[in-house]
C-alpha cells in the first residue's frame, strides 16, 4: 500500500530512476554526444539540468508516493510560474516533473495528483501546467480522471550539429545577424500576429488577448538576455523573421542548444526564410554545443516538415494537460 508524502529530495529521486534508463534516454535522447551510461552514472545531476534547480528562488511542491519501506516509488514536483501568473492575472503552477516506478497503479497515481492538487489550491494557484510524455498513458489518465485537459501534443525534434549543417542552403537576397534592442519591436509585432498553435490558445479558459500576448512578452524577454542569441532575418533592412538560441547545461557538462522560438512574418512563408533562420542558428550553436532541440505543436504541420529537412529527427513527444485547480 503506497502513501503520499509532502516531501521528497533529489536522493530520493536519484534512488527511484537508479536502475532504470527509461528516464535520461526519454528525457535527453536528443543529447547524442552524450553516452546514456553517463546519464544513469550520475540522475542527480540529469534531473537538477531538467529541473534547473539552481534557481533555489522558486517556490515548489514536491510529493512522493512511499511505500511501508520507505521507498520512492513516485514523484511529482509543482513550480509557481511567477512570469504566467503575472500575465494571465490567475495563479499558475508548472508540472516540472512527474514520474513513477512501472508498478505503480492508476489509482495511486491519481492519488498522489489529488493530493498535488489540494495543495496547489491552498497556496493560491489556479491552474497547473503540465507536459507527460505519450508513451506513459497511465499519468496521462491519471491526470485527466483529476479534472486535466489536453491542450496540445509538443512534438520535440533533435539534430547532431554536424548533420544539420550540411543541410544548410543560402536564401538568395535575405541577411540574418544578431537582433539588437532596435529590432524588438517589430520582433514584438511578428510574435503577437503569428503564434497561434498552443496549449495558451487552445484553453477557452485563458483569455485570448492575453494569449496572444505570450509570444511577444516572450520574444521580448529574448532579446533582453533570456536567450544567448536572437537572430533576425531581414532583406533590405524588413525584417523577416527571427530565431532564438540558448545553450542549456554547459556548466554541468550536459549541453544542448535549444531553439525556442522560430517566427516568419505574414506574407513572407513559404520563401525559404524559415529554413534560412534554421542554418543560421546551427552556425550559432556549432562553436558552443554537438546538439540542438526543437520542439513545435503536432498540428503544425509545416514546421515539423521543416525542421525534418533541415536533418531533425523526431525524438519525443507530449501531451500538455492544464489542470484546472479553482473553478474559473
Given at each position: 500500500m503506497l502513501r503520499v508524502s509532502p516531501h521528497f529530495d533529489l536522493e530520493d529521486f536519484a534512488g527511484l530512476v537508479k536502475n532504470s534508463s527509461d528516464f535520461a534516454l526519454e528525457k535527453l535522447a536528443h543529447v547524442v554526444n552524450v553516452p546514456a551510461e553517463a546519464l544513469l552514472e550520475d540522475p542527480i545531476k540529469c534531473l537538477k539540468l531538467l529541473m534547473r534547480e539552481d534557481e533555489a528562488s522558486r517556490q515548489t511542491l514536491r510529493f512522493a508516493l512511499v511505500d511501508s519501506r520507505k521507498s520512492v516509488n513516485g514523484v511529482a514536483l509543482v513550480e509557481d510560474s511567477e512570469w504566467d501568473s503575472e500575465l494571465f492575472g490567475v495563479g499558475v503552477g508548472k508540472l516540472r516533473l512527474a514520474?513513477?516506478?512501472?508498478?505503480?497503479?492508476?489509482r495511486s497515481r491519481r492519488l498522489l495528483?489529488?493530493?498535488?492538487?489540494?495543495a496547489a489550491s491552498s497556496r493560491g494557484l489556479d491552474v497547473i501546467f503540465g507536459r507527460v510524455g505519450l508513451d506513459d498513458m497511465l499519468?496521462?489518465?491519471?491526470?485527466?480522471a483529476e479534472g486535466a485537459v489536453l491542450t496540445d501534443v509538443l512534438v520535440t525534434f533533435g539534430v547532431d550539429v554536424d548533420r544539420g549543417?550540411?543541410?544548410?542552403?543560402?536564401?538568395?537576397?535575405?541577411e540574418v545577424s544578431v537582433a539588437n534592442e532596435r529590432d524588438e519591436p517589430a520582433l514584438v509585432d511578428i510574435a503577437r500576429e503569428i503564434f497561434r498553435i498552443d496549449h495558451f490558445h487552445a484553453d477557452p479558459r485563458l483569455p485570448r488577448h492575453r494569449s496572444d500576448e505570450v509570444y511577444a512578452r516572450w520574444v521580448s524577454s529574448c532579446v533582453k538576455g533570456l536567450a544567448d542569441a536572437v537572430l533576425v532575418a531581414r532583406k533590405k533592412n524588413q525584417v523577416l523573421g527571427f530565431i532564438t538560441c540558448k545553450v542549456e547545461g554547459s556548466n554541468g557538462g550536459l549541453s544542448r542548444g535549444v531553439i525556442d522560438l522560430v517566427g516568419v512574418g505574414k506574407g513572407f512563408e513559404g520563401r525559404g526564410v524559415g529554413a534560412c533562420l534554421v542554418g543560421e542558428?546551427?552556425?550559432?550553436?556549432s562553436s558552443r554545443t554537438k546538439t540542438v532541440?526543437?520542439?513545435t505543436q503536432a498540428a503544425n504541420i509545416g514546421a515539423a516538415r521543416l525542421y525534418e529537412k533541415m536533418g531533425f529527427r523526431m525524438v519525443s513527444s507530449e501531451a500538455t494537460l492544464h489542470l484546472w485547480v479553482s473553478p474559473i
Open positions: 514520474y513513477f516506478d512501472g508498478s505503480v497503479d492508476y495528483f489529488r493530493n498535488v492538487k489540494a499519468t496521462i489518465h491519471s491526470l485527466e549543417l550540411a543541410m544548410v542552403k543560402p536564401v538568395s537576397g535575405v542558428a546551427l552556425k550559432w550553436f532541440q526543437v520542439g
